[in-house]
């Protein structure tokens, strides 16, 4: 079982270096399966608008809702997740790697994607998911201390989906 996860300060951050290591994993011929996030700005809104791409090609779905500038709370529109967890379901069998661009709230009660990694890992498909801070403790009983931590390094977290891969890419 291959599980590893980064965890980087800031807003966004783990998005955007997940989806910096999907590219560069996609352009090494390795076939992914899971989801990044892109995170869009808005001059009309202090939050930004939350897009999801199941991989390894889309489609592109926005999993926040817009419930005005004032709003508290969760964000989260469950049913585009539920339509992006589809899309995971049906790439995951030909995939050599399963990234997951946040282990949140809906993993850590057992839904959204924690099923995937569950059959993922079952597989034998190594798993790479971004967690943050808030998160982290769920995770870690998720894992059951078999999680490997990897730095905010790209060419390491590469290096370990490369030597984890299902298949070797060219």
């Given at each position: ?5 980064v965890?980087?300060?800031g807003?966004?951050?783990n998005?955007?270096?997940?989806a910096v ?9 390795v076939?992914l ?6 995170n869009?700005e808005?001059a009309?809104?202090a939050r930004?608008?939350?897009?999801i791409?199941?991989l ?6 926005r999993i926040?809702?817009?419930?005005g500038?004032?709003a508290?709370g969760?964000r989260?529109?469950?049913g585009?997740?539920?339509?992006a967890?589809?899309g995971?379901t ?11 661009n ?8 057992g ?13 034998g498909?190594?798993v790479?998911?971004?967690?943050n801070?808030?998160n982290?403790?769920?995770?870690e009983?998720f894992?059951g201390?078999?999680?490997a ?6 060419d ?11 298949r070797?890419?060219?």
């Amino acid at each position: 079982m291959h599980l590893a996860y980064v965890s980087l300060p800031g807003r966004g951050a783990n998005d955007r270096f997940l989806a910096v290591i999907a590219e560069r994993l996609q352009s090494k011929g390795v076939r992914l399966s899971g989801t990044v996030q892109s995170n869009v700005e808005r001059a009309d809104r202090a939050r930004c608008d939350m897009d999801i791409l199941v991989l390894p090609d889309g489609p592109i779905l926005r999993i926040s809702e817009d419930r005005g500038d004032l709003a508290r709370g969760c964000r989260l529109d469950a049913g585009a997740l539920e339509a992006a967890v589809l899309g995971v379901t049906r790439s995951l069998p030909g995939a050599d790697l399963l990234i997951v661009n946040k282990y949140g709230k809906q993993e850590a009660e057992g839904r959204g994607l924690a099923p995937i990694i569950a059959d993922a890992l079952e597989r034998g498909i190594p798993v790479l998911l971004g967690v943050n801070g808030l998160n982290l403790p769920s995770f870690e009983e998720f894992a059951g201390g078999l999680a490997a931590a990897l730095p905010a390094e790209e060419d390491a977290v590469l290096g370990w989906c490369l030597t984890h891969c299902t298949r070797a890419a060219a």
